[in-house]
């Protein structure tokens, strides 16, 4: 693509907007994080998944701590530009409690999500 | 399920969780939109996606204009009870610029989505 096609993406008043990462292959939501200008940058240059902790303010990348590194193979912005989808091929699990998938409750509390690994093991 | 198993939502300081509305069908992810406790609400008893609009400043039911309403199969809350999964039969499409999805471009400009109406003929 032209360089000059590239959406620019609002990054509103906060300097962060959420990114949704679900997985390229099977296509479920694996969680949801946000992303900073130059966790966005970081993204695209590596090809691994970067975003933006709020709660410790720092850029990070996801499986750092882990190993459970997402490959990135597609980033879309959606119509008003101001949310990011990625595509990825995640390894492992995406969730700190073990599970493939951080969506893995219903709201009544039913857990229908798929255990991958063992936390404990994993952050010791 | 016994109602004390229900996952209690965090709101945060703002009164808004980010929901994703993923096709449950396809596995496509349509959308993100914002949800307030009254939006949640009105989901569950309706089963019909409502979301809370951040620059109108109100509660707001999906398709009540364009009739492209999102039947909602199930909610689902990821580990941190701050982010909502809408999983969802949606009608026709679900973006406004006549998309099925939202993410219908890279981040590169290229389009990706299928349009599946005229955003004119619906929004006169």
Redesign the interface.
């Known amino acids: ?1 032209d360089a000059t ?3 620019e ?1 609002d990054f509103g008043e906060r300097g962060l907007v ?1 990114a ?1 990462a ?1 997985d390229a292959e ?4 694996l ?2 994080a946000y992303v900073s200008p130059a966790a966005l940058e970081r993204t ?1 240059e590596t090809g691994l998944a970067h975003y933006y902790s709020r709660s410790r303010d720092e850029l990070w990348q996801k499986g750092a701590t882990s190993g459970h590194v997402q490959h990135v193979e ?7 530009a101001d ?3 990625y595509l990825v091929k995640q390894d492992v699990g995406s ?3 073990g ?1 493939r998938s ?9 857990n ?1 999500g798929e255990k991958v690994f063992d936390p404990e093991a994993v952050y010791e």
């Open positions: 693509m096609d590239a959406v993406v959420p949704v679900q099977s296509g479920d939501v969680m949801l695209r597609e980033v879309r912005v959606d119509c008003d949310t990011l989808l969730c700190h409690t599970h951080c969506f893995y409750r219903t709201i009544d509390g039913e229908v």
